[in-house]
Structures are given as C-alpha cells and as structure tokens.
C-alpha cells in the first residue's frame, strides 16, 4: 500500500490500516521528510506501481486530494480505509480513496464520495449524500438527507440539520449550526449559522 502524504493525517491512515491486517506500507511525499515511524520517506516512484498497485492519499486538505487523485489516477487504484471500530450500514456505497475513523456512524442509504475524509466521532445520518473530496470533521453531525457538494469542508463539532443543501468548496467552521441551505464557496459560522463571506476562489480545480 501506497500512502502519499507522510504528516499526522498519515498516523491515523497507517494505524487503521494496521487495524485492518495490513502490514506492508510505502510512504510517498513530494517534500522532503524524516521517517514516519522508522517508515522511510521516499519521492513518488511510478515504477513501483506494478508491485504496489494501491494507493491512499494521506493529506488532510481538499483540493490537495483532489490535485494528487488527478495526478495519479490512470497509474494506479485507489483503496479505501475504514477502522473497524465504525458503525457503518451495509445500505452505504462509500467511494475508493475515501478514509473513515474511529468511532463514525453512517446510516442507511447514505452515499460518500471518492477520496473524502470522514473523521473521529462524526455522524452521518440517513440519505445523505456526500460529494468527492469532502471532510466531514471530528464530532460532527450531519442529520438525515443531507447533501455536501465537492470538496466542502464541515468543521469539528458542527451540526447540520435535516434536508440541507451545502454547495461545493464550502467551509463550514467548528461548532456551526447550519440550519438553510449553503450556496458554492460560502464560509458559515455560528450558531444558527451564517454566510460571512463567498469566494469564488474557494470553488478549487486541479
């Protein structure tokens, strides 16, 4: 297994990893870094994919993900990692490159996307719908029939009620209660949540 990415976000990765039987990993990073865990840090090397067909992509941010997914996705397969310590409906499609962490809840008819982050303790309700590249943070809760559009980012400890709408590249901050629907590359705060400001530099390409 490929990791790209060698910072915190990569403990948590290799730990659920270890936590699935895994026990082979290569570490990839365009930046030159120290050995995470005695694991050296090496430079991408496409000739390895024909021995390490899979890859993770290890980086807390969105649009990174996203840029890394593009650079790499006609070279290799993307796996997913979910920690078994998870309550996860067998009614959810959660897509490849896609992590989950300890402690989540997924309920039924809920459909995550490609390389998304769901972190420690979040909940997510019902029919939700998630897009690609999305992180839904540590203790937040999204109610039944919720939709996030690519890329947003939902902070920690956030609540976002039942049926809304949330566009793409949106950042919803850290104990936000977002109780309307949320157009492309808004920033809400608060509680009851509100637009501070919507930036059209926010909607990230690769």
Not at 72 to 94: G, L, N
């Amino acid at each position: 297994m490929i990791l790209f990415g060698a910072s915190g976000h990569a403990k948590v990765i290799l730990e659920i990893l270890e936590e699935n039987g895994c026990s082979s990993f290569t570490l990839w990073d365009d930046a030159a870094k120290p050995p995470l865990w005695g694991i050296p840090v090496a430079q991408p090397d496409a000739q390895l994919f024909p021995e390490i067909p899979e890859m993770i992509i290890s980086i807390g941010i969105n649009h990174i993900r996203k840029t890394v997914a593009a650079r790499f996705e006609a070279k290799v397969s993307f796996a997913t990692a979910i920690h078994p310590k998870t309550a996860i409906s067998k009614r959810t499609a959660i897509g490849e490159g896609t992590v989950v962490m300890a402690g989540v809840t997924v309920n039924a008819d809920t459909h995550i996307g490609q390389h998304c982050i769901i972190n420690t303790n979040a909940s997510v309700d019902h029919d939700c719908v998630i897009g690609d590249y999305v992180h839904i943070s540590p203790n937040s809760s999204l109610c039944g029939g919720v939709t996030v559009g690519e890329g947003s980012h939902i902070g920690a400890g956030s609540t976002v009620i039942p049926g809304i709408r949330i566009g793409r590249w949106c950042i919803i901050g850290a104990g936000a209660v977002v109780i309307r629907d949320v157009p492309d590359g808004a920033t809400v705060v608060g509680n009851p949540g509100k637009i501070i400001k919507t930036n059209e530099t926010n909607l990230h390409e690769p």
